[in-house]
């Protein structure tokens, strides 16, 4: 790229250090007000439960490394830093998968796709003005958990979508790791985003072993084992958790019943939640066969996760808890990542000139803006009005 086109990547480097500091700043305040519990999270009872010895997974441990290492203030301190931490490696992550996705945007714009991810919240319709409890938001600030075992799952996407391409051919060693690991990890912290990209990726094994004839079974097979570490920790902690007693009752499964107007209300909620990824990815076309293979994947997960939330629900003393709203959730900054990309790639390439293709550039754009509008207000609102978090 010539000198025209350095100057404008190079303010979008600037705006993206300035952003990323501004960021990090507001998330370190807003995760202190949560370990201390002065906003609504579910940070305290994760220390009670950790402290307590009640509770499972790596962050239960990482909460007794730091309670026991600096105590109480010095530990809610460091544990903010730590979540501020998470949410940059989250972003560098995000970075990666969409610059393998993606090779043809800069690395500058990738970036920034990936840091806007991590701000989107959902648009305000007639009828719903939810923002942020109750709602389907990517920014679940107050969910500890989520926000770890999210960072590990754009890795786990990339190797499992360069295994994915190479089923027919020489499986690298690499990527079969890489995906165990990145699993497990993000299981270790919340088993939610294996709940659905597990019974996902088994449909597309079996349906490829039916399609080729059983000719790719072994490496079909070997990607499917890759999955087994993360998955016996999902039945560990399935076990913990369904086997607990807590004040007289215990945790199951059940199917979720809904009214008309409900289901409605529901399906209107994701949309308003999903109004740009829908629109990047039905409207901006896709070149490369392995970009769409991989984007119709990306979504074939979400539609699992989003499924099993519409259908199944738990009961005892998690029943509103949403638990299986939180492997879509997860996904969340991924969709947004690929569907801000897709975005800046329209803008890129859009003649300005023919009214169709600048159209649905000011569409697009105008889509964003208004996730980013809300997204900036949740984030401007915790730790304002007697450190009380905020339902509408």
Same mark, same amino acid.
């Given at each position: 790229?010539?000198?025209?086109?350095?100057?404008?990547?190079?303010?979008?480097?600037?705006?993206?250090?300035?952003?990323?500091?501004?960021?990090?700043?507001?998330?370190?305040?807003?995760?202190?007000?949560?370990?201390?519990?002065?906003?609504?999270?579910?940070?305290?009872?994760?220390?009670?439960?950790?402290?307590?010895?009640?509770?499972?997974?790596?962050?239960?441990?990482?909460?007794?490394?730091?309670?026991?290492?600096?105590?109480?203030? +010095? %530990? &809610?301190?460091? !544990? #903010?830093?730590? @979540?501020?931490?998470?949410?940059? =490696?989250?972003?560098? $992550? /995000?970075?990666?998968?969409?610059?393998?996705?993606?090779?043809?945007?800069?690395?500058?714009?990738?970036?920034?796709?990936?840091?806007?991810?991590?701000?989107?919240?959902?648009?305000?319709?007639?009828?719903?003005?939810?923002?942020?409890?109750?709602?389907?938001?990517?920014?679940?600030?107050?969910?500890?958990?989520?926000?770890?075992?999210?960072?590990?799952?754009?890795?786990?996407?990339?190797?499992?979508?360069?295994?994915?391409?190479?089923? +027919? %051919? &020489?499986?690298? !060693? #690499?990527?079969? @790791?890489?995906?165990?690991?990145? =699993?497990?990890?993000? $299981? /270790?912290?919340?088993?939610?985003?294996?709940?659905?990209?597990?019974?996902?990726?088994?449909?597309?094994?079996?349906?490829?072993?039916?399609?080729?004839?059983?000719?790719?079974?072994?490496?079909?097979?070997?990607?499917?084992?890759?999955?087994?570490?993360?998955?016996?920790?999902?039945?560990?902690?399935?076990?913990?958790?369904?086997?607990?007693?807590?004040?007289?009752?215990?945790?199951?499964?059940?199917?979720?019943?809904?009214?008309?107007?409900?289901?409605?209300?529901? !399906?209107?909620?994701? @949309?308003?939640?999903?109004?740009?990824?829908?629109?990047?990815?039905?409207?901006?076309?896709?070149?490369?066969?392995?970009?769409?293979?991989?984007?119709?994947?990306?979504?074939?997960?979400?539609?699992?996760?989003?499924?099993?939330?519409?259908?199944?629900?738990?009961?005892?003393?998690?029943?509103?808890?949403?638990?299986?709203?939180?492997?879509?959730?997860?996904?969340?900054?991924?969709?947004?990542?690929?569907?801000?990309?897709?975005?800046?790639?329209?803008?890129?390439?859009?003649?300005?000139?023919?009214?169709?293709?600048?159209?649905?550039?000011?569409?697009? @754009?105008?889509?964003?803006?208004?996730?980013?509008?809300?997204?900036?207000?949740?984030?401007?609102?915790?730790?304002?009005?007697?450190?009380?978090?905020?339902?509408?």
């Amino acid at each position: 790229m010539g000198e025209k086109g350095k100057l404008p990547r190079q303010m979008c480097l600037v705006f993206c250090v300035v952003l990323t500091l501004a960021l990090c700043w507001r998330w370190q305040r807003i995760f202190y007000l949560m370990c201390a519990d002065y906003i609504l999270s579910d940070m305290p009872a994760h220390v009670r439960l950790a402290l307590g010895h009640s509770d499972y997974g790596l962050a239960s441990w990482l909460i007794r490394l730091l309670w026991g290492t600096l105590g109480e203030k +010095r %530990g &809610q301190t460091a !544990l #903010s830093l730590l @979540l501020t931490v998470n949410q940059l =490696l989250g972003i560098g $992550t /995000l970075w990666l998968l969409l610059r393998r996705m993606f090779p043809r945007l800069e690395g500058e714009y990738a970036y920034l796709a990936a840091l806007l991810a991590h701000l989107c919240g959902p648009w305000i319709l007639p009828g719903q003005t939810g923002m942020y409890l109750g709602v389907y938001n990517g920014n679940v600030l107050h969910n500890m958990t989520l926000l770890f075992s999210r960072t590990p799952i754009p890795l786990a996407l990339l190797c499992f979508f360069s295994l994915w391409d190479s089923r +027919r %051919g &020489q499986l690298r !060693l #690499s990527d079969w @790791l890489g995906l165990m690991l990145w =699993l497990l990890l993000s $299981t /270790l912290f919340k088993p939610s985003f294996l709940g659905a990209f597990a019974p996902a990726v088994f449909c597309m094994l079996v349906w490829d072993f039916v399609k080729s004839r059983a000719r790719g079974f072994k490496n079909e097979l070997l990607i499917g084992l890759a999955f087994i570490p993360a998955l016996l920790a999902l039945l560990w902690s399935t076990s913990a958790l369904y086997a607990e007693d807590f004040a007289g009752t215990q945790s199951g499964v059940a199917l979720r019943t809904w009214t008309l107007a409900g289901l409605l209300a529901a !399906l209107v909620m994701y @949309l308003r939640s999903l109004l740009l990824p829908i629109w990047s990815h039905a409207v901006q076309g896709v070149r490369e066969r392995a970009q769409r293979g991989h984007l119709a994947i990306l979504w074939g997960v979400l539609g699992v996760a989003i499924l099993e939330a519409l259908t199944l629900t738990e009961t005892g003393f998690r029943a509103n808890d949403g638990n299986y709203e939180w492997g879509s959730l997860a996904l969340y900054t991924s969709v947004f990542g690929t569907a801000i990309t897709l975005l800046f790639l329209q803008l890129k390439e859009t003649d300005w000139k023919q009214r169709p293709k600048r159209v649905k550039a000011i569409v697009g @754009l105008t889509l964003l803006l208004g996730h980013l509008i809300v997204g900036v207000y949740c984030l401007s609102r915790p730790g304002h009005a007697g450190y009380d978090w905020f339902y509408f």
